[in-house]
């Protein structure tokens, strides 16, 4: 397809626009119907073109990991459906590059820019009732700036509050966020566990990687 956008990505989504069913005994249940919902959302896209300015890893065909506004339908004040804004035509969208988090090569999810991934811990303090450890988490993800100050994936790491969002990803529900959100790297104890719902494992009705 002879598609080129002169600063954004070109994509189609990996499936449907949303991920709103699941296979229950061989039929789909739709599990949400509200299309302005942000968590039914695909965030899964195919690169069908990259920019014509600026340099970039990322090859036509990678599948990657996008902001869940691309996709996303809305409701005007007349009630009636609208595209978003990244709307290109037919099932192509515009995705800038501050819009994608992660892309897939040879099989392995690589974080893109200043984007980084955390997967949550257990909490190991049985008065507290929340299961994971606030603001704490395991790097999954990192990017060239944290290997430069020497923070790799296994690390544990300490994020600010409210610089995260989540995301599914094959299954594990991890943290996005950008590299001057993490502001510690604790000594590894060895009894840290990584936390993740049950519901992620399933899906959860939001994205897993392919």
């Not at 890893?57 to 004040?77: A, P, Q, T």
């Not at 459906?81 to 995705?95: G, P, T, V």
């Not at 020497?150 to 966020?177: A, H, N, T, W």
């Not at 590299?179 to 604790?186: L, M, P, W």
Request: net charge neutral.
């Amino acid at each position: 397809m002879d598609v080129t956008a002169v600063f954004d990505f070109i994509i189609k989504p990996v499936g449907s626009r949303y991920n709103n069913s699941v296979d229950v005994d061989g039929k789909q249940l739709i599990t949400n119907t509200r299309i302005e919902s942000f968590k039914s959302v695909n965030k899964l896209a195919e690169v069908v073109a990259v920019p014509l300015f600026g340099e970039t890893d990322i090859k036509v065909g990678d599948v990657i990991v996008i902001h869940h506004n691309v996709f996303r339908r809305f409701y005007d004040i007349k009630g009636r459906q609208k595209n978003s804004r990244s709307y290109f035509k037919e099932d192509l969208y515009f995705c800038s590059p501050d819009q994608i988090y992660l892309y897939k090569r040879d099989n392995k999810w690589n974080s893109y820019g200043d984007r980084c991934f955390v997967m949550p811990i257990k909490n190991k303090d049985q008065f507290k009732l929340s299961k994971e450890q606030k603001h704490i988490g395991i790097l999954k993800y990192g990017n060239e700036s944290l290997n430069g100050l020497e923070i790799i994936p296994g690390d544990v790491v300490g994020y600010k509050p409210y610089s995260e969002f989540e995301f599914i990803i094959d299954g594990q529900r991890l943290y996005c966020m950008k590299s001057n959100d993490i502001v510690i790297k604790y000594e590894y104890k060895g009894d840290e566990a990584e936390y993740n719902p049950s519901w992620a494992e399933s899906g959860g009705g939001i994205n897993k990687g392919s």
